[in-house]
């Protein structure tokens, strides 16, 4: 969810989308994005749309959130076509979703169930942080449905914690994932973060070494990126800290690959590894394969058929939009074929399994065949039609992604 949503257009206030949007509804795999905007205190590196209780003001609060989702939930069931389509996933995220009782959460995910229909083996995945959850939340948790979680775990290091600001003991996101398998959860991700300052090559095989003995099937690694407004980005300015180093990151990226494929994962988006192919993230497959889902929640974003929109993104004002009878949307775009053929090319070339050649321009290919020959795409994928990054073209995968789009 980015930070700063485009301009867009006026969004409609009963939430309409486009004829053209509208009719294709049920042509892809639909899913359930939910977001949570409230945490206990706000980390460092964080830009992402939430609020602590001191910043969160009137108008929403924890206690009322499923009812107030709900509302958007009933005018999504207005909106969109009665057509025979379920829910495939559904994902709650953050935020910190579990600041939300477990039957709050059953009770929007009931009324997503109730408005559209749950697929028999829907994915249902709740993010963590390690220090809101026990066993008992977590059996909790999986008596609701939901079932999959993803833990905040971020490095094992006491020291790279602190820098982040994550407040949870270095332990603890271990503990969870075997609490979480002893709850009865089948797939359990946990999620890292490499290029903390200060952070060195040894702190980071351990915060790897750490995850993989937890048990999880599922384990994310993101590079650190420092964003604008952050507290992590005023300490790097005012020169208390060193910015992240683009080798250092390439080599900590090139380590974790290694050590998660020697530990029996197996890459299947850039920053995603999973231990089997029913261990991957559904819901983020979706979004990576062009399909489409509804956002609940202030600042969430949805895609249907070509049309993407946005809520607005304060707690206060998302329901005071919907107090009103209104959509909750503050603005959207309807993407040209050419915009939707440029994301189609940058989001599956980042899976394993590659974008499909026949996606480019013809006057991409030539850019392809440099990139095979550089080594960055893989020759015999691409005999086979595809395009398919190696490692070396994972390091550098914006650039030649932005070459073939």
């Not at 559209?116 to 999986?142: K, M």
């Not at 979680?149 to 407040?167: E, I, K, N």
């Not at 609940?296 to 009878?325: C, D, E, I, K, M």
Request: charged share 20%.
């Amino acid at each position: 969810m980015p930070a700063i949503p485009p301009d867009g257009n006026p969004a409609p206030a009963d939430g309409s989308l486009p004829p053209a949007a509208a009719e294709s509804f049920g042509a892809a795999p639909f899913g359930v994005y939910v977001h949570v905007p409230f945490c206990r205190t706000r980390c460092g590196y964080c830009d992402f749309n939430t609020y602590t209780a001191a910043e969160l003001g009137g108008g929403a609060d924890r206690a009322g959130y499923d009812t107030l989702v709900g509302q958007e939930i009933a005018l999504a069931r207005t909106v969109l076509p009665h057509a025979d389509v379920t829910v495939s996933t559904v994902f709650f995220g953050g935020g910190t979703p579990t600041l939300l009782t477990p039957r709050q959460l059953g009770d929007i995910l009931r009324r997503v169930g109730d408005a559209f229909g749950l697929a028999p083996d829907a994915e249902v995945t709740v993010e963590a942080n390690p220090e809101t959850v026990d066993l008992a939340t977590l059996q909790q948790l999986r008596a609701q449905g939901i079932n999959r979680v993803s833990f905040g775990m971020q490095s094992s290091q006491p020291h790279v914690l602190a820098t982040l600001d994550r407040v949870h003991e270095p332990g603890r996101p271990r503990q969870t994932a075997r609490w979480a398998r002893a709850a009865g959860f089948e797939h359990v991700s946990l999620d890292l973060i490499y290029g903390t300052p200060g952070e060195s090559d040894n702190d980071w095989r351990r915060s790897l070494d750490a995850a993989i003995t937890a048990g999880p099937d599922h384990i994310s690694a993101y590079a650190l990126t420092v964003e604008e407004g952050t507290r992590l980005a005023a300490k790097i300015r005012r020169g208390e800290l060193s910015p992240p180093d683009d080798d250092v990151l390439a080599d900590r990226y090139v380590l974790a690959d290694e050590v998660l494929t020697a530990a029996g994962f197996a890459w299947y988006e850039i920053s995603n590894w999973a231990a089997s192919d029913r261990a991957r993230c559904r819901h983020n497959v979706l979004y990576w394969t062009g399909g489409d889902w509804w956002g609940f929640g202030p600042g969430a974003h949805s895609h249907v058929g070509g049309t993407r929109w946005w809520n607005v993104r304060h707690p206060s004002a998302y329901a005071a939009r919907l107090a009103a009878g209104q959509s909750p949307a503050q603005a959207r775009e309807v993407l040209t074929a050419a915009e939707r053929r440029m994301e189609d090319i940058m989001l599956r070339t980042r899976l394993a399994e590659g974008a499909p050649l026949s996606v480019l321009a013809p006057g991409a290919h030539l850019s392809a065949e440099r990139s095979v020959a550089a080594a960055l795409l893989d020759p015999s994928s691409f005999a086979g039609g595809r395009l398919v990054l190696t490692r070396q073209g994972r390091l550098l995968a914006d650039a030649v992604i932005r070459d073939l789009a």
